[in-house]
């Protein structure tokens, strides 16, 4: 996947994701890291949810996660859906 690539598909999930919320039975919300994103979340945030265990950490500062190329364009296209 390329940069573009790894966008596109959080768009489409985050179509699928506003269904979710807008769902009484399952509501929660959604965060991004896309750099200009509706849902991007502030630096502050996304290290409280690192800590928690609910986001992802910075997988370009990981060498084995970098040479397996699961880091390519990080943080583009990454965020994390998290129910109520």
């Known amino acids: 996947m390329?940069?573009?690539d790894r966008v596109n598909m959080e768009?489409?999930?985050i179509e699928a994701f506003k269904k979710l919320i807008?769902?009484?039975a399952?509501?929660?919300s959604y965060y991004?890291?896309?750099p200009g994103?509706?849902?991007e979340i502030t630096p502050e945030f996304y290290k409280e949810l690192v800590k928690k265990h609910i986001m992802f950490k910075d997988m370009a500062d990981d060498?084995?996660?970098a040479a397996a190329g699961i880091a390519s364009d990080w943080p583009h296209g990454?965020?994390?859906y998290v129910s109520a």
């Open 2 to 4: 390329n940069k573009q």
């Open 26 to 28: 399952y509501g929660g």
């Open 32 to 34: 991004s890291l896309t």
């Open 63 to 65: 060498s084995y996660l």
């Open 11 to 13: 768009n489409s999930m």
């Open 78 to 80: 990454r965020g994390v």
């Open 22 to 24: 807008a769902d009484p």
């Open 37 to 39: 994103s509706p849902y």
